[in-house]
Protein backbone atom coordinates (compact mmCIF):
# COMPACT_ATOMS: atom_id res chain seq x y z
CA UNK A 1 0.00 0.00 0.00
CA UNK A 2 1.62 2.87 -1.00
CA UNK A 3 1.98 5.40 1.76
CA UNK A 4 1.25 9.18 -0.86
CA UNK A 5 -1.22 10.34 -2.39
CA UNK A 6 -0.83 12.54 -5.70
CA UNK A 7 -3.15 13.86 -8.65
CA UNK A 8 -2.91 11.28 -11.21
CA UNK A 9 -2.18 14.58 -13.78
CA UNK A 10 -2.05 17.77 -14.53
CA UNK A 11 -2.21 20.40 -17.01
CA UNK A 12 0.15 23.37 -17.09
CA UNK A 13 1.27 25.67 -20.22
CA UNK A 14 4.99 27.13 -20.74
CA UNK A 15 6.24 29.52 -18.46
CA UNK A 16 3.78 28.76 -15.80
CA UNK A 17 4.59 27.76 -12.03
CA UNK A 18 2.86 24.23 -11.59
CA UNK A 19 2.52 23.18 -7.74
CA UNK A 20 2.01 19.45 -6.84
CA UNK A 21 0.97 18.48 -3.82
CA UNK A 22 1.10 15.28 -2.17
CA UNK A 23 -0.39 13.65 0.77
CA UNK A 24 1.43 11.35 3.39
CA UNK A 25 -0.79 11.46 6.69
CA UNK A 26 1.42 8.23 8.20
CA UNK A 27 4.77 10.00 8.00
CA UNK A 28 7.23 8.58 10.37
CA UNK A 29 9.46 10.72 12.03
CA UNK A 30 13.10 9.83 10.49
CA UNK A 31 11.06 9.76 6.97
CA UNK A 32 12.20 12.27 4.19
CA UNK A 33 10.37 13.74 1.60
CA UNK A 34 11.70 13.06 -1.92
CA UNK A 35 10.53 13.90 -5.11
CA UNK A 36 11.29 12.22 -8.54
CA UNK A 37 10.77 13.08 -12.53
CA UNK A 38 10.41 9.76 -15.03
CA UNK A 39 10.51 10.22 -18.12
CA UNK A 40 9.36 7.35 -20.27
CA UNK A 41 11.74 4.13 -20.69
CA UNK A 42 14.03 6.08 -17.97
CA UNK A 43 15.01 5.68 -14.63
CA UNK A 44 13.55 7.98 -12.00
CA UNK A 45 15.86 11.43 -11.46
CA UNK A 46 16.37 13.11 -7.85
CA UNK A 47 14.15 16.21 -7.90
CA UNK A 48 14.83 17.32 -4.53
CA UNK A 49 14.28 16.44 -1.04
CA UNK A 50 13.24 17.74 2.01
CA UNK A 51 12.58 16.65 5.99
CA UNK A 52 10.77 20.20 6.94
CA UNK A 53 10.12 23.61 5.78
CA UNK A 54 11.52 24.88 2.79
CA UNK A 55 14.14 23.09 0.45
CA UNK A 56 15.13 25.00 -2.83
CA UNK A 57 17.84 23.89 -5.34
CA UNK A 58 18.39 25.05 -9.04
CA UNK A 59 15.18 23.26 -10.31
CA UNK A 60 12.55 23.28 -7.90
CA UNK A 61 11.51 24.07 -4.58
CA UNK A 62 9.72 21.70 -2.14
CA UNK A 63 7.46 23.31 0.71
CA UNK A 64 6.44 20.84 3.59
CA UNK A 65 4.28 22.52 6.54
CA UNK A 66 4.97 22.17 10.11
CA UNK A 67 2.71 19.10 10.37
CA UNK A 68 4.86 17.29 7.55
CA UNK A 69 1.53 15.29 6.66
CA UNK A 70 1.94 17.01 3.29
CA UNK A 71 4.24 18.21 0.95
CA UNK A 72 4.54 20.61 -2.18
CA UNK A 73 6.86 20.38 -4.91
CA UNK A 74 7.17 23.50 -7.32
CA UNK A 75 8.48 23.97 -10.30
CA UNK A 76 8.65 27.53 -11.78
CA UNK A 77 8.93 28.41 -15.19
CA UNK A 78 7.65 24.99 -16.78
CA UNK A 79 8.78 24.23 -20.64
CA UNK A 80 7.65 21.43 -22.49
CA UNK A 81 10.78 19.24 -21.55
CA UNK A 82 9.09 19.04 -18.43
CA UNK A 83 6.38 16.33 -19.23
CA UNK A 84 6.61 13.38 -17.31
CA UNK A 85 5.48 11.80 -14.09
CA UNK A 86 6.32 12.66 -10.85
CA UNK A 87 6.70 10.91 -7.43
CA UNK A 88 6.28 12.02 -4.14
CA UNK A 89 8.02 9.47 -1.79
CA UNK A 90 8.72 9.09 2.00
CA UNK A 91 11.35 7.11 3.91
CA UNK A 92 14.17 6.09 2.32
CA UNK A 93 16.81 6.26 4.74
CA UNK A 94 18.89 3.87 6.39
CA UNK A 95 16.43 3.14 9.04
CA UNK A 96 13.24 0.49 9.43
CA UNK A 97 11.75 2.22 6.63
CA UNK A 98 14.01 1.85 4.32
CA UNK A 99 12.47 1.70 1.45
CA UNK A 100 10.96 3.81 -1.21
CA UNK A 101 7.26 2.67 -2.13
CA UNK A 102 6.07 3.93 -4.94
CA UNK A 103 2.32 5.63 -5.84
CA UNK A 104 0.65 6.49 -8.81
CA UNK A 105 2.85 9.97 -9.56
CA UNK A 106 1.34 12.66 -11.20
CA UNK A 107 1.65 12.87 -14.80
CA UNK A 108 2.72 16.66 -15.82
CA UNK A 109 1.67 17.42 -19.50
CA UNK A 110 2.87 21.29 -20.14
CA UNK A 111 1.33 22.24 -23.67
CA UNK A 112 3.32 25.03 -25.55
CA UNK B 1 24.46 13.30 -7.39
CA UNK B 2 25.26 9.80 -7.38
CA UNK B 3 25.44 7.64 -10.27
CA UNK B 4 23.53 4.26 -10.93
CA UNK B 5 24.22 2.19 -13.97
CA UNK B 6 22.78 -0.28 -15.04
CA UNK B 7 23.90 -2.99 -18.25
CA UNK B 8 22.35 -3.55 -20.32
CA UNK B 9 20.19 -1.40 -21.51
CA UNK B 10 17.63 -3.57 -23.01
CA UNK B 11 18.12 -7.55 -24.11
CA UNK B 12 15.63 -9.66 -25.76
CA UNK B 13 15.97 -13.26 -24.74
CA UNK B 14 14.30 -17.18 -25.71
CA UNK B 15 11.23 -18.04 -23.59
CA UNK B 16 13.01 -20.72 -21.33
CA UNK B 17 16.91 -18.72 -20.70
CA UNK B 18 17.94 -16.90 -17.92
CA UNK B 19 19.15 -13.12 -18.34
CA UNK B 20 21.40 -10.84 -15.69
CA UNK B 21 20.81 -7.65 -15.23
CA UNK B 22 24.01 -5.65 -13.42
CA UNK B 23 23.24 -2.52 -11.49
CA UNK B 24 26.65 -0.68 -10.44
CA UNK B 25 26.94 2.04 -8.03
CA UNK B 26 29.70 4.37 -9.83
CA UNK B 27 30.73 6.82 -7.36
CA UNK B 28 30.11 5.80 -4.24
CA UNK B 29 29.62 2.07 -2.31
CA UNK B 30 26.03 0.88 -1.95
CA UNK B 31 25.39 -0.98 1.17
CA UNK B 32 21.68 -1.84 -0.07
CA UNK B 33 20.53 -1.50 -3.43
CA UNK B 34 15.91 -1.78 -4.42
CA UNK B 35 15.16 -3.87 -7.43
CA UNK B 36 12.10 -2.79 -9.42
CA UNK B 37 10.30 -3.82 -12.19
CA UNK B 38 7.72 -1.31 -14.08
CA UNK B 39 4.93 -2.22 -17.05
CA UNK B 40 4.02 0.66 -19.60
CA UNK B 41 1.88 2.94 -18.25
CA UNK B 42 2.19 1.69 -14.10
CA UNK B 43 3.81 2.63 -11.34
CA UNK B 44 7.03 1.33 -10.45
CA UNK B 45 6.66 -2.13 -8.05
CA UNK B 46 9.33 -3.02 -5.31
CA UNK B 47 10.54 -6.22 -5.87
CA UNK B 48 13.52 -6.94 -3.43
CA UNK B 49 15.68 -5.13 -1.52
CA UNK B 50 19.72 -6.37 -1.63
CA UNK B 51 21.92 -6.00 0.89
CA UNK B 52 25.77 -6.49 0.44
CA UNK B 53 26.57 -10.17 1.68
CA UNK B 54 23.44 -10.98 2.97
CA UNK B 55 20.26 -12.55 0.92
CA UNK B 56 17.97 -10.10 -0.37
CA UNK B 57 14.50 -9.39 1.10
CA UNK B 58 11.75 -9.94 -1.50
CA UNK B 59 8.34 -8.31 -0.97
CA UNK B 60 5.10 -10.19 -1.16
CA UNK B 61 4.34 -12.39 -4.47
CA UNK B 62 7.96 -12.04 -6.00
CA UNK B 63 8.90 -15.73 -6.78
CA UNK B 64 12.68 -15.42 -5.09
CA UNK B 65 13.71 -18.67 -7.33
CA UNK B 66 12.62 -16.46 -10.14
CA UNK B 67 14.21 -13.87 -9.65
CA UNK B 68 17.98 -14.13 -8.18
CA UNK B 69 19.50 -11.16 -6.26
CA UNK B 70 23.30 -10.85 -5.42
CA UNK B 71 25.34 -8.69 -4.30
CA UNK B 72 28.24 -9.60 -3.69
CA UNK B 73 30.21 -6.37 -3.60
CA UNK B 74 29.51 -2.78 -2.63
CA UNK B 75 28.83 -1.44 -6.28
CA UNK B 76 27.16 -4.35 -7.87
CA UNK B 77 24.18 -5.94 -7.20
CA UNK B 78 22.63 -8.64 -10.17
CA UNK B 79 19.25 -9.66 -10.89
CA UNK B 80 19.36 -12.96 -13.06
CA UNK B 81 15.29 -13.64 -14.48
CA UNK B 82 15.48 -17.44 -14.86
CA UNK B 83 13.76 -19.43 -16.56
CA UNK B 84 11.66 -16.34 -18.64
CA UNK B 85 8.78 -16.05 -20.28
CA UNK B 86 7.04 -13.60 -21.96
CA UNK B 87 5.34 -12.04 -19.00
CA UNK B 88 8.96 -11.88 -17.80
CA UNK B 89 8.94 -8.94 -20.19
CA UNK B 90 8.80 -5.33 -18.23
CA UNK B 91 11.25 -2.52 -17.50
CA UNK B 92 13.38 -3.37 -14.51
CA UNK B 93 14.86 -0.59 -12.40
CA UNK B 94 17.83 -0.82 -9.85
CA UNK B 95 18.44 1.82 -7.34
CA UNK B 96 21.17 2.28 -4.83
CA UNK B 97 21.37 4.67 -1.30
CA UNK B 98 24.16 7.03 -1.35
CA UNK B 99 26.54 7.73 1.01
CA UNK B 100 24.82 10.00 3.06
CA UNK B 101 22.29 7.39 3.50
CA UNK B 102 18.95 10.05 3.06
CA UNK B 103 18.96 9.73 -0.90
CA UNK B 104 17.97 6.74 -3.10
CA UNK B 105 19.16 6.82 -6.89
CA UNK B 106 18.07 5.17 -9.92
CA UNK B 107 19.76 3.27 -12.98
CA UNK B 108 18.84 4.41 -16.53
CA UNK B 109 16.42 1.04 -16.68
CA UNK B 110 16.32 -2.17 -18.41
CA UNK B 111 14.19 -3.27 -20.71
CA UNK B 112 13.44 -7.08 -21.08
CA UNK B 113 12.14 -8.31 -23.85
CA UNK B 114 11.28 -11.88 -24.16
CA UNK B 115 10.25 -14.37 -27.22
Known amino acids: LAKTTQPISMDSYEGQEVNITCSHN???????ITWYQQFPSQGPRFIIQ???TKVTNEVASLFIPADRKSSTLSLPRVSLSDTAVYYC?????????????FGTGTLLAVQP | GAVVSQHPSRVICKSGTSVKIECRSL??????MFWYRQFPKQSLMLMAT?????????EQGVEKDKFLINHASLTLSTLTVTSAHPEDSSFYICSARGAAGNTIYFGEGSWLTVV
Open chain 2, 27 to 32: DFQATT
Open chain 2, 50 to 58: SNEGSKATY
Open chain 1, 26 to 32: NIATNDY
Open chain 1, 89 to 101: LVGGHGGATNKLI
Open chain 1, 50 to 52: GYK
